[in-house]
């Protein structure tokens, strides 16, 4: 199953799925180099519910978020990495710098971001509990994130930190 949609398809699959009594999870990012602490967080996300849709910023999007030198990996590759996780049912690339647009086509049950962020802060909360969903906020792994990946890969090969 090709686990890639676009808008309109993501749209109509998330009514199938509610008409079904499935519970739908969306969560967000860029994924850039996917380490052991994306996977502990979306396994965790995908706990929640029935169907995780993860929204995967594009090349565009990562830039506009992270900087010109990001993303480090294409959001191609970016996409066929995430999708081979077992715990995500749906990938869907979005181009605005944040995902508000995507969580108001899918109408999630739940709305999944890291710990770090606020609750108040989260892009798509309000909206998705005023539908009547909840947002679940997840713990992230200490000491591992891809700026740390990248900081340490430039200290090993080039001496910068």
Partial sequence: ??????????????RQYRD?????????GCFDILHAGH????????????????????DRSVRCIKGEKRPVIGQEHRALV????????HVVLFDEPDPGRLIEIICPDVLVKGADWPEDQIIGAQFVKQ??????????EPDISTT???QRIGALYYGKN
């Avoid at 539908?131 to 992230?140: A, D, F, N, P, T």
């Fill in 39 to 58: 996977v502990t967080y979306l396994s965790r996300a995908a706990g929640f519910g029935d169907i995780l849709i993860l929204g995967l910023n594009s």
């Fill in 148 to 150: 740390k990946i990248i």
């Fill in 20 to 28: 079904a009594k499935k519970t739908l999870v969306f969560t967000n």
């Fill in 1 to 14: 199953m090709d686990k890639m949609a676009g808008f309109s398809e993501i749209k109509q699959l998330s």
């Fill in 82 to 89: 995430v999708s081979a996780l077992a715990c995500i049912d």
């Fill in 131 to 140: 539908h009547g969903g909840c947002i679940q906020r997840v713990s992230l």
